[in-house]
């Protein structure tokens, strides 16, 4: 089985532009996560999305956006970027069914913001 | 609110010696915690997780954690280290059984010395 997928690997990108990333989860987990790793911060939930819903939400400025869509892939928007949305992100998804319940990773996109 | 915090951003050992990562949470609910370790340029991979079934739990690599409620800790322990346990490792809580939504500690850079 297919691990979790993200897209691209690596971007570089200016301030005041938006960026676009891309996860495609495990065969039939319909369960995306989005987080967010920097050096300062350390790991923070930015959301999680399920069967096209988002359903929990962390505490991120409205700039981050993401959507799900029916065959559970996930994208995540940065708009007009900082110099602090530098980092690495990744998504987990994660299968509630069987009682599984285990979030697995993607290797995660490094954003670099310029 | 649910939080966790690692005590001891770098814990150095030799190769057999035991390993004891620290992790005290903060929950106003049963807690659902989690053990996940980082390689280098890599995602997270789940080591275990507790959710209220036993307090001793048993995870992959030979590492287990042991819940306490009266201390509310549940710190990461393996009786041999191994070179290729060098890695960042994660305490992380979440607010359902899913596991989605994580709260991560800080983390703990592990490393392994001949």
């Known amino acids: 089985k297919a691990g979790v997928t993200q897209t691209p690997r690596y971007l570089i990108k200016t301030r005041g532009q938006q960026v676009t990333l891309s996860c495609s989860p495990i065969s039939g987990h319909r369960s995306v996560s989005w987080y967010q790793q920097t050096p300062g911060q350390g790991l923070q939930f930015l959301f999680e999305?399920?069967?096209?819903?988002?359903?929990n939400k962390g505490n991120f400025p409205g700039r981050f956006s993401g959507r799900q869509f029916s065959n559970s892939r996930s994208e995540m928007n940065v708009s007009t970027l900082e110099l602090g949305d530098s980092a690495l992100y990744l998504c987990?998804?994660?299968?509630?069914?069987?009682?599984?319940?285990?979030?697995?990773f993607g290797a995660g996109t490094r954003l670099s913001v310029l | 609110a649910q939080s966790v915090t690692q005590l001891g951003s770098h814990v150095s050992v030799s190769e057999g010696a035991l390993v004891l990562l620290r992790c005290n949470y903060s929950s106003s609910v049963p807690p659902y915690l989690f053990w996940y370790v980082q390689y280098p340029n890599q995602g997270l991979q789940l080591l275990l997780k507790?959710?209220?079934?036993?307090?001793l739990v048993k995870g992959i690599n030979g590492f287990e954690a042991e819940f306490k409620k009266s201390e509310t800790s549940f710190h990461l322990t393996k009786p041999s280290a191994h070179m290729s346990d060098a890695a960042e490792y994660f305490c992380?809580?979440?607010?359902?059984?899913?596991?989605?939504?994580?709260?991560f500690g800080k983390g703990t850079t592990l490393s392994v010395s001949s």
């Open positions: 987990a998804s994660s299968s509630t069914s069987g009682g599984k319940n285990i979030q697995y």
């Open positions: 507790y959710t209220s079934a036993a307090t």
């Open positions: 999305y399920f069967s096209e819903t988002q359903r």
């Open positions: 992380a809580v979440s607010a359902n059984q899913a596991g989605t939504a994580l709260i």
